[in-house]
């Protein structure tokens, strides 16, 4: 798979960063593309389980997921960080309760 621009990297080097998914993460449960990102800024996948799923697939984030982005200019790095970290109150309605005790999360 390649990723391509329509502009150039004329403005610097382009940086990488990868986000972990918690219970309480904003993107919970949505789509990858539903994301909006700063100009100049990507999602390139999410790895899960050891397993690298592209953003072309659209894969749905799950808690324990890590969000892979690029932010073309050095600049944006801290714009994406902040909203890929964004987060959410957490509520009992989140929670699957079974009779033995234990919670999970719906999947």
Do not use: H
């Not at 100049?40 to 890590?66: H, Y």
Request: aromatic share 10%.
């Amino acid at each position: 798979m390649m990723i391509t621009s329509s502009k150039p990297l004329s403005y610097g080097k382009p940086e990488c960063l990868a986000c972990l998914v918690c219970i309480n993460s904003a993107y919970l449960r949505q789509f990858l593309q539903e994301i909006q990102l700063p100009k100049d800024c990507f999602l390139l996948g999410i790895v899960r389980r050891k397993s690298l799923i592209f953003a072309g697939s659209n894969p749905t984030i799950c808690e324990g997921d890590w969000l892979l982005a690029v932010a073309l200019k050095s600049s944006s790095l801290l714009q994406l960080r902040t909203i890929l970290k964004r987060t959410r109150p957490i509520s009992w309605r989140d929670y699957d309760i079974f009779p033995w005790g234990t919670c999970q999360m719906f999947t």
